[in-house]
C-alpha cells in the first residue's frame, strides 16, 4: 500500500467552528508532514512529526493544532479560522532522514 | 525563502521532449534537487531527485551542472497526461525533536502544457 489518505475532501466550516482533518498511511513511514497549499501557489510545510513527535513547527499559529495518535494518523485540529485560512492541507509521509514524501490528495478547507 | 525559480509556463508539442530548467544558484552542499509535479487540485507526486551527479528513472531524467547552481528535469517523450505543475524543490535537513529531518523547498513551479 503506497497510499496516503485524507478525510475529508472537502470541508466548509465557520469562524467558530471547531473540525478535524485525517490523514493516514500504511506504508510504515515514522516522518508525517502537514502542508498548506493557498490558490496558485506552492505548499509550504506547517508542521513534521517524527515518530509519533513533533518535530517541526513552522511558526503556525495557535488555531491550527496538530496531533498523531499513532504512527499511521495525523490530524490537523483547526478552531477559530480565519477566511484568510482557506487553502488546500495537505498530509505526506516519508522515512524521517530520506528521500522521498509520499502526498496524499489534499482536504479542500473553506472558512466562512 | 524559496530557494529556486522556475520559468512560469511552457509548451511542449506531444511526443517530444520536455525540458524544464531551473534555477537554485543558492543551493547548499548537502541540499538535494527534488522534483515534483501536481495535476490540478490533486497532492504533489514525486519524479526525481539528485544532489550532484545526473540520474534517470522510469519518469524522466535529472541534470544537474557541475557547479550545481541549476539543473533541467527531462521527460522524453511527453503525453497529454504529463500536463501538469512542476516543483523544482531543494530539499533541506532539519534538526527537530527526534533527530534528524528534512524540509521541502517549493519552487514557484512551470505549469508544463502538452500540445496534441
Not at chain 1, 508532514?33 to 503556525?60: H, R, T
Not at chain 2, 511542449?12 to 544558484?25: D, F, K, M, T, V
Request: charged share 20%; proline share 7%.
Amino acid at each position: 500500500d503506497t497510499e496516503v489518505t485524507q478525510t475529508p475532501k472537502h470541508l466548509v466550516m465557520g469562524m467558530t467552528n471547531k473540525k478535524s482533518l485525517k490523514c493516514e498511511q500504511h506504508m510504515g513511514h515514522r516522518a508525517m508532514y502537514w502542508y498548506k497549499q493557498k490558490a496558485k501557489k506552492p505548499p509550504e510545510l506547517m508542521f513534521v512529526y517524527s515518530y509519533e513527535k513533533l518535530s517541526i513547527n513552522e511558526s503556525v499559529p495557535s488555531r491550527f493544532s496538530p496531533e498523531c495518535p499513532n504512527s499511521s494518523l495525523l490530524n490537523l485540529h483547526l478552531h477559530a479560522l480565519q477566511p484568510e485560512d482557506s487553502a488546500l492541507y495537505l498530509c505526506a509521509s516519508s522515512q524521517p532522514r530520506y528521500n522521498e514524501q509520499f502526498f496524499g490528495p489534499g482536504t479542500r478547507l473553506t472558512v466562512l | 525563502d524559496a530557494k529556486t525559480t522556475q520559468p512560469t509556463s511552457m509548451d511542449c508539442a506531444e511526443g517530444r521532449a520536455a525540458n524544464l530548467p531551473c534555477n537554485h544558484s543558492t543551493i547548499s552542499g548537502n541540499e538535494y534537487v527534488y522534483w515534483y509535479r501536481q495535476i490540478h487540485s490533486q497532492g504533489p507526486q514525486y519524479i526525481i531527485h539528485g544532489l550532484k551527479n545526473n540520474e534517470t528513472n522510469k519518469m524522466a531524467s535529472l541534470i544537474i551542472t557541475e557547479d550545481r547552481k541549476s539543473s533541467t528535469l527531462i521527460l522524453p517523450h511527453a503525453t497529454l497526461r504529463d500536463t501538469a505543475v512542476y516543483y523544482c524543490i531543494v530539499r533541506v535537513p532539519l534538526w527537530g525533536y527526534g533527530g534528524a529531518t528534512n524540509k521541502l523547498i517549493f519552487g514557484t513551479g512551470t505549469l508544463l502544457a502538452v500540445q496534441p
